[in-house]
């Protein structure tokens, strides 16, 4: 298990960013806020957010249309977390991007998070 992954961050108060965070249950778990719940993208990323985010009242997240709270998005290989691979980052972040400019802290995303 690599000791550090690169991810991408998606706070619900700014935009998404690349970034590496440490590859441990407790960091990930207070990177969203509490237990983690992983929601496969595709067969190698995930979304990692905080399970019980709707029950807390968590808000939207503008990157993310919905999800609610902090979350990132790191790649999967098996059980183990790792790096988002190359490709996936490009496509990923610039949808994330492309989100929060049209759903961001000026915006409802109410409207599409259902």
């Known amino acids: 298990?690599?000791?550090r992954i690169q991810v991408i961050m998606c706070p619900v108060d700014r935009p998404p960013y690349v970034t590496n965070i440490s590859n441990t249950?407790?960091?990930?778990?207070r990177t969203v806020g509490g237990y983690i719940?992983?929601?496969t993208l595709d067969g190698c990323s995930a979304v990692i957010c905080n399970e019980e985010g709707r029950l807390l009242g968590l808000p939207d997240n503008p990157s993310l249309p919905g999800y609610v709270g902090d979350c990132f998005i790191c790649g999967y290989e098996g059980d183990e977390f790792t790096d988002i691979q190359e490709i996936d980052k490009k496509v990923i972040w610039f949808l994330c991007k492309d989100n929060y400019k049209h759903y961001g802290k000026n915006h409802d995303s109410a409207?599409?998070?259902g």
């Open 1 to 3: 298990m690599a000791e």
């Open 111 to 113: 409207a599409v998070s």
């Open 25 to 29: 249950l407790e960091n990930m778990q």
């Open 37 to 39: 719940e992983t929601v």
